[in-house]
C-alpha cells in the first residue's frame, strides 16, 4: 500500500467553525508533514510530525493546530479561520530522514473559508 | 531560501525535448523533483544527492552540479502526459530548521499533439 489517504476532499466552513482534516498512510512511515497550496503556487510546509512528535512548525498561527495520534495518522484542527485560508491543503508521508527520502503525498482537502 | 525555477512556463509539441533548471544561492544538500497535475497532488520524480549526480528513468532524466546549486530535469520526446506542472524542492546543507523540503515556484508544461 503506497497509498497517503487524505479526508474529506472538500470542505467548506464558515469562520466561526471547528473542523478537522485528517490524513493516514498505512507504509510504515515515520515522517509525515502538512502543507498548504494556493492556485498556481507551490506547496508551503506548515508542520513536521518525525516519530510522531512535532519537529516543524513553520510559524503557522495558532487557528491551525496539528495533532499525530499515532504513526499513521495526522490531523489538522481548524478553528476561527479566515478566507485567506482556502487553499489546498496537502498532507505527506516519507519514510524517516527528511532530507534524503521521498515524500508521497495525498490528494489534498480543497477548503473554502466563507 | 526559496530555488529558483525557470522557465515559469513553456509549450512543447509532442516529441520536442524540454530542459527545466532549478537555482539555489545556498549549498543544497539534496534536490526533489515532483511533477503535479490540475487538481491532483504532486508526485514524486526522482531525488538527486549532495555530490553530484544523474538520474533518469524512461525519458526524463535530471543532474545536479553541485558547484553551481543548479539541477536540471531533462524531458526528452514529450508525451501528451508530461503535461502539467514541475517542482523542484531543495533541501539546504546544514540547514538548522530541520533539512525542511522548500519548493520552487514551478514550470508550467503544456504538451500539444
Known amino acids: 500500500d503506497t497509498e497517503v489517504t487524505q479526508t474529506p476532499k472538500h470542505l467548506v466552513m464558515g469562520m466561526t467553525n471547528k473542523k478537522s482534516l485528517k490524513c493516514e498512510q498505512h507504509?510504515?512511515?515515520?515522517?509525515m508533514y502538512w502543507y498548504k497550496q494556493k492556485a498556481k503556487k507551490p506547496p508551503e510546509l506548515m508542520f513536521v510530525?518525525?516519530?510522531?512528535?512535532?519537529?516543524i512548525n513553520e510559524s503557522v498561527p495558532s487557528r491551525f493546530s496539528p495533532e499525530c495520534p499515532n504513526s499513521s495518522l495526522l490531523n489538522l484542527h481548524l478553528h476561527a479561520l479566515q478566507p485567506e485560508d482556502s487553499a489546498l491543503y496537502l498532507c505527506?508521508?516519507?519514510?524517516?530522514?527528511?532530507?534524503?527520502?521521498?515524500?508521497?503525498f495525498g490528494p489534498g482537502t480543497r477548503l473554502t473559508v466563507l | 531560501q526559496q530555488p529558483v525555477q525557470s522557465p515559469q512556463a513553456m509549450i512543447l509539441r509532442e516529441g520536442e525535448d524540454a530542459v527545466i533548471n532549478c537555482s539555489s544561492s545556498k549549498a543544497l544538500y539534496s534536490v526533489h523533483w515532483y511533477r503535479q497535475k490540475h487538481g491532483e497532488a504532486p508526485v514524486f520524480l526522482m531525488i538527486?544527492?549532495?555530490?553530484?549526480e544523474q538520474k533518469g528513468h524512461d525519458k526524463i532524466s535530471a543532474s545536479f552540479n553541485e558547484k553551481k546549486q543548479q539541477s536540471s530535469l531533462y524531458l526528452t520526446a514529450s508525451q501528451l502526459s508530461y503535461s502539467g506542472t514541475y517542482f523542484c524542492?531543495?533541501?539546504?546543507?546544514?540547514?538548522?530548521?530541520?533539512?525542511?523540503?522548500?519548493f520552487g515556484g514551478g514550470t508550467r508544461l503544456m504538451v500539444k499533439p
Open positions: 505527506a508521508s516519507s519514510p524517516g530522514q527528511i532530507n534524503t527520502d521521498t515524500q508521497y
Open positions: 538527486l544527492l549532495k555530490g553530484g
Open positions: 510530525y518525525s516519530y510522531e512528535k512535532l519537529s
Open positions: 524542492g531543495t533541501v539546504l546543507m546544514n540547514n538548522n530548521a530541520g533539512n525542511m523540503l522548500t
Open positions: 507504509m510504515g512511515h515515520r515522517a
